[in-house]
């Protein structure tokens, strides 16, 4: 009965993912045909029985799996998960297993069964502790660098789905992060959906300077307070920058590429009327970002890879299992890490142990001295909507400019070090520090855009043991103030220039 009610659940679920998801890939093809023969089995059968130790194991393990790796991806069409939910579906999936092996046994008697289910027994119950123990780190010291949690439980999130952007932040959200590194962060957003001044509520006055920012988590400021940030910065610095007022808006979002920044620049444009756009690209993520935005459903954005670069998986399964086998995902998304590794990273660098560095496939890829096909692909798409920003841009009679921020390992030789040697000897000379942030600047460059590039600085901010990011990845307050001390001279120019064509005050 048990194997009988798990092959059709199973079959059930993989039906209802092919119809909603129009796809049938080989994977799913294979658990609908046996789950199918699992069904057809159990119901001629009342007590299925296997005798051998591996044949059972086998048929208890591709039953199980079956099932657990179906709910695994309806949950993943649902939304993202955590450590916590990963380890959940582990304990699920392991006492499955267990169970199928009692009832696969044949007789009854505890003495004839086999060591197989005692040890499956064995590692349900640790699946179960692991899942426990990250949930009670949930509950009682959250850690998740990209959630922030609302001041009263019952509001709504900080970031809301939106059918251009993907995501945007909610106007009038009040909350905080919980992360480790910077417990009790305020975050506030505004009325008009900024993390900036709560006074911010109405477009500048014509004869006032604006300026707009776009870009993810380092524009909005993950890891500082809004003071921090180096839009606020270049606010508060207003008097070296220009003559006027003048209003610096940071609308960046987590989550967000130029993809989706392109859209963006569209809806804010007619708002904050602005005079200069600063497009924060971030090397450690954008190029993923930017992958993703292209295959997402939207308007008509067409595609500017090369032919017979692949857009993206369709399957959701797949590129989070292989996201899954690597350490990043679990520095990244479990709250017991998070807390546990900054006491014992040390202690294990001396053992021989290298620092686990979060990266992501696309970004490791980028790394990579020869160019993989979806980096091709990733930089196509990335060209592309830059050059789309640049060209509304000048149809507005704003001034681009590009930030370009290099990821903590590109900037920070030790880091760099740290994340060669989580591969192999062997694979270490085929990746560069650099090679990636030289690639954007010659792609910027290309396109007649002005680029202020603050890789030097940060280097050595680093060298001289003042490094610029938080452990997890982020800037930290000297990061933001790199940035403004290098953006102020660029915008006092294209401002001072304006001034002199005469662009104020505007129609």
Excluded at 44 to 57: C, E, H, Q, T, Y
Excluded at 148 to 175: A, E, N, T
Excluded at 302 to 309: D, L, T
Aim: charged share 20%; net charge neutral.
């Amino acid at each position: 009965m048990l194997l009988g009610a798990g092959a059709a659940a199973t079959l059930g679920i993989q039906l209802v993912l092919a119809i909603r998801t129009r796809d049938l890939p080989v994977y799913r093809g294979a658990a609908l045909l046996w789950s199918l023969a699992l069904l057809v089995w159990a119901g001629r059968s009342r007590a299925p029985a296997v005798g051998r130790i591996l044949p059972r194991l086998a048929c208890a393990l591709a039953a199980a799996g079956g099932f657990w790796l179906a709910l695994l991806e309806l949950l993943l069409g649902r939304g993202s998960l955590l450590a916590r939910g990963v380890l959940g579906v582990l304990a699920g999936a392991a006492s499955h297993v267990t169970m199928l092996l009692f009832v696969l046994e044949p007789g009854g008697h505890e003495a004839r069964r086999g060591i197989t289910a005692h040890v499956a027994l064995a590692a349900a119950a640790g699946a179960w502790t692991l899942f426990a123990v990250e949930g009670v780190f949930h509950t009682v010291l959250p850690a998740n660098v990209y959630e922030i949690f609302p001041d009263d439980p019952r509001s709504p999130p900080c970031l809301v789905p939106d059918p251009v952007l993907h995501v945007r932040l909610r106007p009038g959200f009040r909350g905080r992060y919980l992360h480790p590194e910077f417990p009790g962060l305020r975050v506030d957003i505004n009325d008009l959906g900024f993390r900036d001044g709560l006074e911010e509520t109405a477009p500048p006055p014509a004869e006032d300077a604006s300026v707009l920012v776009l870009g993810d988590s380092l524009a909005f400021g993950t890891g500082v307070a809004v003071d921090e940030t180096f839009h606020r910065l270049l606010e508060r610095q207003a008097g070296q920058i220009t003559s006027r007022p003048l209003h610096v808006y940071g609308a960046g979002v987590p989550g967000l590429g130029q993809v989706d920044e392109l859209h963006h620049l569209e809806a804010l444009a007619p708002v904050v009327r602005p005079d200069v756009v600063i497009v924060a690209i971030y090397e450690g993520n954008d190029l993923q970002d930017n992958l993703e935005a292209a295959v997402r459903p939207r308007r008509a954005f067409p595609s500017p890879a090369p032919a017979g670069a692949a857009a993206g998986p369709r399957a959701l399964l797949v590129p989070f299992l292989r996201a899954v086998l690597h350490s990043r995902f679990w520095v990244g998304s479990s709250a017991a890490l998070q807390y546990v590794l900054p006491t014992i990273e040390r202690p294990l660098v001396r053992l021989g142990v290298p620092p686990l560095v979060p990266t992501n496939d696309v970004l490791d890829q980028s790394l990579m001295v020869s160019r993989q096909p979806l980096v091709v692909a990733a930089l196509a798409w990335t060209r592309d909507a830059l050059a789309r920003i640049a060209r509304q841009c000048a149809d507005r009679g704003a001034d681009l400019v590009v930030l370009l921020i290099p990821a903590a390992i590109q900037a920070e030789p030790v880091r760099f070090d740290d994340f060669l040697a989580q591969h192999p000897a062997a694979q270490r000379k085929g990746y560069s520090r650099t090679r990636l942030h030289q690639d954007l600047l010659e792609m910027v460059r290309t396109l007649g855009v002005r680029i202020v590039d603050p890789l030097p600085r940060l280097e050595a901010e680093a060298l001289a043991g003042r490094p610029c990011y938080h452990r997890e990845g982020h800037w930290n307050a000297r990061g933001h103030a790199v940035a403004a001390e290098l953006l102020r001279p660029v915008l006092a120019e294209l401002l001072a220039e304006r001034e002199r064509r005469g662009k104020w005050p505007r129609p």
